[in-house]
Structures are given as structure tokens and as C-alpha cells.
């Protein structure tokens, strides 16, 4: 850090008594609170049912066909007959015989698609990175039928090869059938099918995965269950997490969300759910993959295919600041100096005379291009905003205008708390934004806005932030992704206008947990009831479809990083609470130190612990 930057920080006699008394609280806070602890399992095991698949059809607009699984894994058909694809079951039916008998049925990836050939061990069914402590194991398959005659068979697969398989006769009309006495080891595949005379057939609308885990609190199993979705994403090639599970690595990857993958991992490893060698060669993997990347002034692209940007998108200036300032975080806390080093160095890297557009504001980046200045600036409130000017601080020791005041423009819920993931909110910023009134008011309108509502208001469900629609299949392409908001500039977007029925966007819940724990649990419970969520599957987005029957969901199982990175981060903050590692990381690196005492208002920083002590 050069003497100017020092002294320019240093300059004003509150600024510098602020840093004294911020830095003495959170050095003192280990001594002095003991809410929060390293949590422990509870004793025993419980058993969750994953959804693998419950065939809802829903293709983009324009393709005939979906090809994935609520697993974020493709599908297909095989044998000799048919296979229909209804809009909630699949009929597969005899046609031809080999011999004395025929047979069709349907194949389902286990683990992504299925041509990578990654397995699922079925006694550890997290990634191997998980400690076995908290690793959980397949017990059964279950299929729901409609109807069938002839025999039903389940089979699975390790590199086209069988290990597995058994069968029963279909007796027709509904009947649940389960299948124990797993095989350990790795899989690659299920297959169902029907066996039998021409003309024998299954209906099937429904296939479920028990697993037996150990029995912990809920929010311990939402920031693990989360965490080992978005870490099965990482491509440990190249250190960058594919997008979303059901694109193969290196299709289309996500640079921000492989920063919060790597800040995540610090947090399991607190945690104990991942040890710190592990966690260690996770971040320095992340850390060796983005620093290598190539740039555009400095800027990394927001998503990469087979290691170069992505056509048709673009070199985003906050995207590589998060990417960044999780690396450092990450790198500080597990104390990997060669990775604060190349994170730091990245950062410093960022050629601002070209990103700062024509009024000396942080603009959005470059076209793909990397000639063409991206149109938007960051000058509005939210923590988007927040984040750029920090990385913008931390580089350079200045910052640039916010020229609106609180709310957020489209009241996006994850533009409220997304700054907060990495570092304490202060009370007060620099620009005089009451951060800490801020958040409790725009939690206060996500947690009551659906409060009448005859579906979302009895389970206490909340939370609109931006995500892909429950169903893809009803909007064109370019309307998948949409900011759903409330309490911002804007009137509320609770998906009616797109969807015809109000949704959730429940990495939001996660993200508040630190806020209302209380409403936040609650409405992750009803999410694990209704299997929404589970060990092996993730609910971007979901809408009832029958108000106010209230028993139709509609519902979007996208394991995308992005959102699975917020909700982990949201669930890890408030499980570390004032000790989470990122927050001393922040502390401990000071260059991210001296650029928070920037961001803050000179009579406010000691105060930003105020809230969290009082949970």
C-alpha cells in the first residue's frame, strides 16, 4: 500500500478511531460471544427423499423436447417400443421383441450429463471433498406408476456396464414401488423399463432416491446440502464452476460464481465439513484458474467457454470485483500467501482509466469485443453498487458518486444483502446510506408482501429476488431471467405479469437467514417437506398453479452456481455469525481493510455488530 493511501485513510481523526475501536471489537468478539459456535451433528441419521424425476415437461420455447432431470443429469429413451413424453408422466410400451421378449424403458444420469462420465458414489453422495462424517448414503429407488402391465425393472449402470438391477410384476393401475439393497460404490445411471409381450407398458410419473444422512439442524443441512451442489459444478481442470449442473464443464461457466464457490468453501471448512487441505487445494484451484484467465483491462469475463469469454458476453467489471475480493477473502483465511498474492495482484490489475466511463463512474465493462465501454455505470444504491466502488477503493483508495438514495431500483432481493456475504454491513456508509434501517425494512417488506396470500402466507414463504421462471416452457428466451423485486423504485414484480401466478425465488431465504432466522428456517422446512430441496436437487424458482387449492407447484430445479453461491454464503453467514472466516479475512488483509474503513461512514464502522450480537 503506497504512504498516500495510508495517509489518506488515516486522514481524519474519527476515520482513525473508527479503525481502532472496529478492529479491537472484532478481535475481542471470540472472547466475548458465544452464540455462535462450530455447530455439531446430532446424533443419528434421518432419511430425505429425492425427486430424480417427476417429468414436467419444460422445454425452452421453440425445442421440442426437455432433456433434463430434476437433477440437474439428461435423459433418454431405450429399447425396443415406444417411450411418450406426457407433460407430468412417461408411458413406455412394448413394441418388438427380441426373442421371447421385449423390453423399453428410460435412462437418467446420476451425476450431470451423462457422457462426462462422472459418477455418484452411492455411499458418499456429496462430492469426496465433503468429510465422511457428513457424507449421505443411497438406500432406495422408488418408482410412482399410473398404470402397467407386464414386468417392471430398474437397473444401475457404472460405465455402460450393469451392477445392479431388480424387478417386479406391474399389477396394474397405482402402485408405489420401492427397490432397497443398493450396491455401493459408483454409478453413472438409472434405468427403468418395462419388460415383457408386445403391447406391455408402464406409465410412470414419478421417480424418487431415499437417502439416509446424518441428522443435522436445518440450517446446517441448508448451507451443506447447497454447498455440495455448487461444489459438484467445479470443474477441478480448469477452477471454474460450469454455470449451471446440467451444461457440461467448460459449455458455459461462471467466473462470479466460482468466487463465491471458493469464499463458501472457507466457511465449510469452519464449519468442519471440509477439511482444510481440501479446502485449501479447492480455493487454490479456483485462484489458479481465474488469475489465469485472459482480461480486458483487467476485466474477466462474466462467463467463460472452454477457458475464453463466452460469445455474447460480456467482460463485467463486477462480476471479476466479486470474483476477486472472494479469492482474496479465501486465500487470507486459510493463509495461502501465493494465492493472496495473485488475487491481490488481479485486483490491482484492473486498468481503471478504461473502466471508469466519461464522468469518472465504474461502468458494467466491455462488450465482448473488449473495444466497446458497456453503456450502464454503478451509481445506484444497492450492494452491487456497493461492491464495485469497494474493489474500486481497495485498488486505488477512492470511490465514485452514488447519486440515488435507498430503495434499490426493482427491490431484487439479492441486491439488499449480496455486499454482506463478504464483509459486516456497516451501520452508515461513506455516502450516508443507512445500511442497517435499510435491510430490516426490505426484509420487513419480502417477508410480509405475501402475507394474504391464501398459498404462500400459511407456511410463511417469502422471497422475490432475481432467478429463472418456475417454467421456462411459457416465456420466450430472453425472458427466463427475470429480477423479480419488491419495496424498490419500481412496482413490485412478483412474476404475475410473466406468469399468470405469483412466485418464490428461494435463494433469497438463505440470504436472509441472517436477518429473521426464525422466518427463514420455517420456510426452508416446508421447501425440504415438499422435496423441493434435497441433497441432490435445488428449487431456483416455484409458483402454485391452483390458487387457492393450493396444491399444484409448479417449479424450476435449476442447480445454477449463481443462486446456489447466495444461498449457500446466506446460510453460512448466519451460521458463523460474528465469527464468520470472511469477515476476519476482510479484517486480516489490508488492503481489503483499508478499502472497507473507505466504504464507511468515519462514526459508524464500530458499530456494525450491533445487529448480529443481537440474534
Known amino acids: 500500500m503506497s504512504p498516500r493511501r495510508f495517509f489518506t485513510v488515516l486522514a481524519s481523526p474519527f476515520l482513525a478511531l473508527a479503525i481502532v475501536l472496529s478492529l479491537i471489537q472484532f478481535l475481542a468478539s471470540d472472547l466475548v460471544v458465544a452464540e455462535t459456535a462450530v455447530p455439531q451433528t446430532t446424533q443419528g441419521n434421518i432419511t430425505t427423499t429425492v425427486i430424480i424425476d417427476d417429468f414436467s415437461a419444460q422445454p425452452i420455447m421453440g425445442d421440442p423436447f426437455w432433456y433434463y432431470s430434476r437433477i440437474g443429469s439428461d435423459r433418454g429413451e431405450f429399447g425396443l417400443g415406444t417411450v411418450v413424453w406426457g407433460s407430468t408422466s412417461v408411458t413406455a410400451t412394448v413394441t418388438q421383441l427380441d426373442g421371447i421378449e421385449g423390453w423399453v424403458g428410460v435412462w437418467t444420469g446420476l451425476n450431470h450429463v451423462l457422457n462426462e462420465e462422472i459418477p455418484l458414489d452411492l455411499t458418499a453422495v456429496f462430492p469426496s471433498q465433503i468429510d465422511a462424517s457428513y457424507q449421505g448414503e443411497a438406500t432406495a429407488i422408488r418408482l410412482h406408476i399410473i398404470d402397467g402391465q407386464g414386468t417392471l425393472a430398474v437397473e444401475l449402470q457404472e460405465d455402460g456396464t450393469k451392477v445392479w438391477d431388480d424387478e417386479i410384476a406391474l399389477s396394474g393401475g397405482n402402485q408405489t414401488i420401492a427397490f432397497g439393497n443398493l450396491p455401493d460404490g459408483n454409478v453413472h445411471n438409472l434405468n427403468w423399463l418395462v419388460k415383457g409381450n408386445i403391447g406391455d407398458f408402464v406409465v410412470v410419473d414419478r421417480v424418487e432416491m431415499d437417502i439416509s444422512l446424518p441428522n443435522l439442524p436445518l440450517p446446517e443441512r441448508a448451507f451443506l446440502w447447497s454447498y455440495a451442489m455448487l461444489l459438484s459444478n467445479l470443474d477441478v481442470d480448469s477452477g471454474i464452476v460450469r454455470d449451471r449442473a446440467n451444461f457440461p464443464e467448460g459449455d458455459f461457466d461462471n467466473v462470479s460464481a466460482s468466487g463465491l464457490l471458493a469464499a463458501a468453501t472457507v466457511q465449510a471448512e469452519y464449519l468442519g465439513m471440509v477439511s482444510e487441505p481440501d479446502a485449501s487445494d479447492i480455493v487454490t484451484k479456483i485462484t489458479d484458474g481465474l488469475t489465469g484467465l485472459d482480461d480486458c483491462s483487467g476485466l474477466w469475463p462474466h462467463f467463460t467457454k472452454n477457458g475464453v469469454i463466452s460469445p455474447d458476453t460480456e467482460w463485467s467489471s463486477v462480476d471479476t470485483i466479486i470474483a476477486q475480493i472472494a479469492l482474496i477473502e479465501a486465500n487470507q483465511a486459510l493463509q495461502l500467501n501465493a494465492g493472496i498474492t495473485k488475487s491481490e495482484n488481479a485486483l490491482n490489475s484492473i486498468l481503471w482509466t478504461d473502466v471508469l466511463s466519461d464522468n469518472g463512474q465504474i461502468s458494467h465493462g466491455f462488450e465482448t469485443n473488449c473495444v466497446t465501454q458497456k453503456n450502464n455505470v454503478w451509481n445506484d444504491f444497492g450492494g452491487e453498487t456497493w461492491l464495485a466502488n469497494y474493489g474500486y477503493a481497495a485498488a486505488t483508495g477512492n470511490v465514485t458518486a452514488v447519486e440515488t438514495r435507498p430503495p434499490t431500483h426493482n427491490g431484487s432481493g439479492f441486491i439488499d444483502e449480496i455486499a454482506w456475504l463478504f464483509v459486516p454491513a456497516p451501520y452508515r456508509d461513506r455516502w450516508d446510506m443507512n445500511w442497517h434501517d435499510y435491510r ?149 488483509n489490508e488492503m481489503l481493510r483499508q478499502a472497507y474503513q473507505i466504504m464507511c461512514s468515519p462514526t459508524a464502522c464500530h458499530a456494525i455488530f450491533l445487529p448480529i450480537a443481537t440474534r
Request: glycine share 10%.
Open 440 to 588: 430490516f425494512t426490505a426484509v420487513y417488506s419480502q417477508t410480509t408482501y405475501y402475507e394474504n396470500n391464501d398459498c404462500y402466507a400459511p407456511p410463511g414463504l417469502f422471497g422475490l429476488s432475481a432467478a429463472e421462471v418456475p417454467d421456462p416452457s411459457i416465456v420466450s428466451p430472453g425472458a427466463i431471467y427475470i429480477p423479480f423485486g419488491i419495496g424498490g423504485v419500481i412496482s413490485p414484480d412478483d412474476g404475475t405479469a410473466a406468469m399468470g401466478h405469483p412466485v418464490i425465488t428461494p435463494h433469497y431465504i438463505g440470504m436472509a437467514a441472517p436477518l429473521v432466522p426464525e422466518q427463514a428456517i420455517a420456510a426452508w422446512k416446508w421447501l425440504e417437506d415438499e422435496h423441493l430441496f434435497s441433497p441432490l436437487s435445488n428449487v431456483e424458482s416455484f409458483m402454485f398453479i391452483d390458487e387457492p387449492t393450493c396444491s399444484q407447484i409448479e417449479w424450476n430445479s435449476l442447480r445454477g452456481s449463481w443462486n446456489l453461491g447466495l444461498q449457500t454464503l446466506g446460510w453460512g453467514s448466519y451460521l458463523t455469525g460474528r465469527n464468520n472466516p470472511l469477515y476476519k479475512a476482510m479484517w486480516q
